[in-house]
């Protein structure tokens, strides 16, 4: 397809082509309305016909943040064992609102999220069965840190879990800080 510059076009046919990169994109996933607007502004089109039409998009129906930030705290959640704080920044990095983001992830209560640190440190526990307790705790706290995880949280599951698989070290005592 050759490349064309929006400003070369009459406004219906620059509108048509609009319309039609961000439809292309909400076909293939969900999109905020930022994001759309970042592809718009990229592929050269003038500010007043891409507020136009997300304007329009969004009276549509068609781009809603807040669906799309539950849908994406939900997913990246489950499929990747991210933290609440970590899909707050993320969102927000998507162009989300940082009280729509909040909102969203606030779907994960406190449970849950010890549940998914917990899943995560026993998948990769199967995975050192090599290496000494020292760095075993180093590599599941390194893990649940970089998914954002709150420390006193990770310090917690990783004891309990070593603890559950026969560790005997005290190497995580009682003291560290919830």
Same mark, same amino acid.
Not at 28 to 43: D, G, I, M, S, V
Not at 88 to 114: F, T
Not at 143 to 148: H, N, Q, V
Not at 158 to 164: H, I, S, W
């Given at each position: %397809? ?5 400003? @070369? ?14 439809? #292309?994109? =909400? ?30 998009? #969004? ?49 994960? #209560? ?17 995975? %050192?069965?090599?290496?000494? @307790? ?5 590599? =599941? ?11 006193? =949280? ?18 995580? #005592? ?5």
């Amino acid at each position: %397809m050759a490349k064309v510059d929006p400003g @070369e076009l009459f406004p219906e046919e620059a509108w048509k082509k609009a319309k039609e990169i961000c439809f #292309d994109l =909400l076909a293939a996933r969900p999109h905020t309305k930022e994001e759309l607007r970042q592809a718009l502004r990229r592929k050269g089109f003038d500010e007043e016909l891409r507020e136009s039409l997300l304007g329009k998009l #969004d009276n549509a129906k068609l781009v809603d943040d807040a669906a799309f930030a539950e849908q994406w705290v939900r997913s990246r959640h489950t499929y990747q064992g991210l933290a609440k704080s970590t899909l707050v920044a993320e969102l927000k990095r998507k162009g989300v609102d940082g009280d729509v983001a909040v909102r969203a992830a606030g779907e994960i #209560d406190r449970e849950s999220e010890e549940q998914r640190a917990r899943e995560l440190v026993r998948k990769r526990l199967r995975s %050192m069965t090599s290496v000494d @307790e020292q760095t075993a705790i180093r590599r =599941l706290l390194g893990t649940l840190a970089r998914k954002g995880y709150p420390q006193g =949280l990770a310090y917690s599951v990783v004891r309990d879990e070593l603890k559950n698989a026969g560790a005997e070290s005290t190497l995580l #005592d009682d003291s560290v800080p919830d």
